[in-house]
Nanobody
């Protein structure tokens, strides 16, 4: 049974930091690219950060570059999102995704991040 379980969300003041974790099970984690997405109320889900299966390539949406860092530990089947200098506009539900072309696509249940001004 495939599972992606996010944790680490919460309430933080503007300028603060959070570290999200996503623990995977039920599939060969090291063969999958991993992404962190977020969805704010009334907005579409957007890709925040992506890391290649063996971690050699990462990408970020423009609004988080220099503040967020995605990483993974294939031995622990875990992907992380370190979020620094948080802003109120980062408030959203954050989801992790496992993706392997052409059609393997798994999602976690999400974790709420709220940044107060």
């Amino acid at each position: 049974q495939v599972q992606l379980v996010e944790s680490g969300g919460g309430l933080v003041q503007s300028g603060g930091s959070l570290r999200l974790s996503c623990v995977a099970s039920g599939f060969t984690f090291s063969r999958y690219g991993m992404g962190w997405y977020r969805q704010a109320p009334g907005k579409e889900r957007e890709l925040v950060a992506f890391i290649q299966s063996y971690g050699g390539y990462t990408s970020y949406t423009e609004s988080v570059k220099g503040r967020f860092t995605i990483s993974r530990d294939n031995a622990e089947n875990t992907v992380y999102l370190q979020m620094n200098s948080l802003k109120p506009e980062d408030t959203a539900v954050y989801y992790c995704q496992a993706y392997r072309p052409p059609s393997n696509d798994y999602w976690g249940q999400g974790t709420q991040v709220t940044v107060s001004s």
